[in-house]
């Protein structure tokens, strides 16, 4: 892993590399080409929104265990960020629509069972056997748009495969947070979902839930004035925006139609792929298996190496932001070498265990990693240029704030701030470890 300020260019800006494409096998590689050259879309955007939509086939039905008690869901949270008018949604609409079918056809069989539900019931209720009433259908589903948050436990509840939330503008989804009640908590429950840790919700007015490996993939597309605005400040220092793998390609421009068109049998093939990993498992209405998959040997000892790297990179970072990012990165490499892993059998290439992550997938993965760690090192120098570290706070510790030199003395604080505070607010402003550092007894430094 690399500093920073080695990621840096002479003007101080960070240029991520092209997505390495090579990583996927070879005929997905030629379905990603294929779709980017007739229909214009960005590679970048393209490639890791197929990553995404493999992580949503595999959902909770798949894990990586590491060592006793720590296994790892193909979870990622995803974002797409450019300017406007750049068509970031065309990728997500289109590889993304073997999900949406699968969830169109999972709607109509509900539809069909609750029909068949209902009749029934109205023919018991007439010969007046209440006793033989079953419960209403389970709605299975995959895809999730707009729900509460209890909801959208509920909904997870009865789909232990999970759900793929999608959005053509992220910012709809992250501005829902807490939308429909006053005590805040939406937030935290995405943390913990990130996390595939069980979740338990108890409710007065329903039966209480349990959910032992809740999974979520979330992918959307964000401008980045708007990125700033809803996962800068705050978000970053509760670790929501760190868990964000970004897409965020240099220079992205609006090319000519191209006269080609997409063959139909790629769309089957790409189609296909997906298939063979979701759909034999999905449409077990009441048995869901799990396929529980481990590091080699090798692929085991390709994760320390990396892992050491990662260590490194956290012990020398005097940045909690900075080190937050990289704590991420860590967890993202096991399960994006989980998804790599699960890929490489679906598009049937040889020589794989299929139970065991070898150290080759595992190396895969890192080149990723360092794909998604320069964009996150970009997204994170751009939050960091508008980041406004006093935006919670009142206004007239802003103004003091803004008005003090950066090294002052108490008495000189107290000049600037007597006419808006009183001694005892400006003494409690100044013991606020995130504005100011204490240098000796009455002498301080910003840290902003």
Known sequence: MESLHSLEDGGGQITPPEFPIYIFPQQLQQIITCYCSTLNLNTDYAAVTV???????????????????????????????????????????????????????????????????????????????????????????????????????????????????????????LKSFNKYKSGGGDEEVMLSLFSGKSISVNRKSS????????????????????????????KIDNGLTHRFLFAFPENVIREDLSDDDVPEYIEELYQTFINRILISDFFQADSYPAHKITLSKDGYEAYKIFRRRINETINNEKSDAISGIYAKLDTYSLRLALILHVIRIGCKEPDINP??????????????????????????????????????????????????????????????????????????????????????????????
């Open 51 to 173: 990553l995404y939509a493999f992580s949503v086939a595999l959902g909770g039905h798949y894990s990586l265990t590491v060592k006793r008690g720590w296994m790892e869901l193909p979870t990622l949270f995803v974002a797409l960020v450019g300017k406007p008018g750049i068509n970031k949604s065309g990728p997500i609409s289109i590889f993304t629509q073997p999900l949406e079918k699968l969830e169109k056809d999972l709607f109509k069989r509900f539809l069909d069972e609750y029909s068949t539900f209902k009749k029934a019931r109205g023919t018991k209720k007439e010969n007046s056997d209440l006793s033989a009433i079953t419960d209403d259908p389970v709605r299975r589903q995959l895809v999730i748009k707009d729900a509460t948050q209890e909801a959208m436990l509920k909904a997870l509840y009865d789909n232990p495969h999970g759900f793929a939330g999608i959005y053509d503008e992220l910012a709809a989804f």
């Open 355 to 448: 139970y065991q992550v070898s150290a080759e997938t595992f190396r895969k993965a890192v080149e990723l990693i360092e794909y998604f760690e320069h964009n996150a090192l970009k997204v994170f120098k751009l939050m960091e240029k508008f980041r406004d570290p006093l935006k919670d706070y009142p206004v007239e510790h802003k103004i003091i704030y803004y008005q003090l030199p950066y090294s002052f003395t108490t008495g000189a604080a107290w000049e600037i701030a007597k006419e808006k505070v009183s001694r005892r607010t400006l003494f409690n402003i100044l013991s606020d470890e995130y504005l100011f550092t204490k240098l000796k007894h009455g002498i301080y430094e910003k840290i902003w």
């Open 207 to 234: 039966e209480p839930i349990f959910i032992e490996k809740p999974f979520v993939s979330i992918i959307g597309s964000i401008q980045p004035q708007v990125l700033i605005n809803l996962l800068g400040n705050n």
